[in-house]
């Protein structure tokens, strides 16, 4: 299957602070990826959808000020948790769509906020 | 919006039993996946149904798609310690370029060697 790679899988950061995630699709083309947050054992979360070249879409009560999503190559999103906050603490997974309609996800990325 | 029920939420079983694992939409996709997840780490797919009564298998893993479009169920056969997971079901109606996928709640699989 196809390989999407994420980073860091984990940071640390203080509260106020801004953090970037990066998704990479490594070996295909990716017009549209996807940004989920996923609580302790619970099912994934669509935060936005993200548009090569365009504006991410976002989900309901998704903040577009506070988590900005840049998709500025057709193999690079990258999420931006800006002045974070302990309640930003989550897991944060990244996926991309290939042609087939199949969605391949990354190794997911761990927030802590102190 | 659309709604998915995976059942079980958990299951505890031994080293060797088959299991089955089944999803239910309010409404209809085109599209059915299946995925596993450890923890800590992003889901991994599984297996991926594009048709109505598909029956697609991948090793001990089968999963169908059902005719109403509207099910799906995830069968392992002959489990081992190694199939301990969360299985999440996901479905995708997509038209153009509106593409969303929803995700079940998930199923635990708890396997005692």
């Known amino acids: 299957g196809a390989v999407v790679s994420q980073h860091p899988s984990r940071v640390i950061c203080k509260s106020g602070t801004s953090v970037k995630i990066e998704c990479r699709s490594l070996?295909?083309?990716?017009?549209?990826m996807f940004w989920y947050r996923q609580f302790p054992k619970k099912s994934l979360m669509l935060m936005a959808t993200?548009?090569?070249?365009?504006?991410?879409?976002?989900e309901q009560g998704v903040e577009k000020d506070k988590f900005l999503i840049n998709h500025a190559s057709l193999t690079l999103s990258t999420l931006t948790v800006t002045s974070a906050h302990p309640e930003d603490s989550s897991f944060y997974i990244c996926?991309?769509?290939?042609?087939?309609?199949?969605?391949?996800f990354g190794e997911g990325s761990r927030l802590t906020v102190l | 919006g659309q709604q998915l029920n995976q059942s079980p939420q958990s299951m505890f079983i031994q080293e060797g039993e088959d299991v089955s694992m089944n999803c239910t939409s309010s409404s209809i996709f085109n599209t059915w996946l299946w995925y596993k997840q450890d923890p800590g780490e992003g889901p991994v797919l599984l297996i991926a149904l594009y048709k109505a009564g598909e029956l697609t298998s991948n090793g001990r893993l089968t999963a169908q798609f059902g005719i109403t479009r509207k099910d799906s169920f995830l069968n392992i056969s002959a489990s081992i310690p190694s199939d301990v997971g969360i299985y999440f079901c996901?479905?995708?109606?997509?038209?153009?370029?509106?593409?969303?996928?929803?995700f079940g709640k998930g199923t635990l699989l708890t396997v005692n060697p």
């Open positions: 070996d295909f083309q990716a017009t549209t």
């Open positions: 993200s548009n090569e070249g365009s504006k991410a879409t976002y």
């Open positions: 996926s991309a769509k290939v042609y087939t309609g199949e969605l391949f």
């Open positions: 996901a479905g995708a109606l997509s038209g153009g370029s509106n593409y969303k996928l929803t």
